[in-house]
T-cell receptor, first 114, second 112 residues
């Protein structure tokens, strides 16, 4: 089955700096890659996603890039703020119009210090 | 007020008892999912359902059962056959072909 690896497991940055989280996947048939932010004790929140027919997508301070050949994708957060502190998860699936069964990375705990 | 609701937020059970976790959505989503999260781990798929009266096993279905009798409801039963049931259980739903899935607030199950 699909194997998603995520690095780093912890990341500490100063407010205003950029943060980058990287993931690799094993199944070349995967075509949908969402990213989630999870705060302590809450359910994950979808923050951005990308499909395999697109190389990059941006939404304000958040961007995701996808390299299908290398089978890796990355989350970029610019101008980080303390409220960005959370655990971030990447995921991959062979998403179709029948729905998504996601395979998740193990998460990155991001700490943004003032 | 649209969304995904899970109840209860915290649940305690004695070892050997079956327990059912509730998940309801009023988003008119077609697909629903159950994931399990253990401390410091990613989410692992238990079961998912794309349409009413149909569901598929995920990676860790052993010791769990589900039903999908209504589009808006996807309850999960944790049976006594599940060897290590203490975990954070997350329900999610998605609209076919759209972004997602979107997660509920979770139920933290502790088996004593």
């Amino acid at each position: 089955g699909e194997n998603v690896e995520q690095h780093p497991s912890t990341l500490s940055v100063q407010e205003g700096d950029s943060a980058v989280i990287k993931c690799t996947y094993s199944d070349s048939a995967s075509n949908y890659f969402p990213w989630y932010k999870q705060e302590l004790g809450k359910g994950p929140q979808l923050i951005i996603d990308i499909r395999s027919n697109v190389g990059e997508k941006k939404d304000q301070r958040i961007a995701v890039t996808l390299n299908k050949t290398a089978k890796h994708f990355s989350l970029h957060i610019t101008e980080t703020q303390p409220e960005d502190s959370a655990v971030y998860f990447c995921a991959a699936s062979k998403g179709t119009n029948s729905g998504y069964a996601l395979n998740f990375g193990k998460g990155t705990s991001l700490l943004v210090t003032p | 007020d649209g969304g995904i609701t899970q109840s209860p937020k915290y649940l305690f059970r004695k070892e050997g008892q079956n327990v059912t976790l509730s998940c309801e959505q009023n988003l008119n989503h077609d697909a629903m999912y159950w994931y399990r999260q253990d401390p410091g781990q990613g989410l692992r798929l238990i079961y998912y359902s794309q349409i009413v009266n149909d569901f598929q096993k995920g990676d860790i279905a052993e010791g769990y059962s589900v039903s999908r009798e209504k589009k808006e409801s996807f309850p999960l039963t944790v049976t006594s056959a599940q060897k290590n049931p203490t975990a954070f259980y997350l329900c999610a739903s998605s609209l076919l072909g759209a972004s997602g899935p979107f997660f509920g607030p979770g139920t933290r199950l502790t088996v004593l």
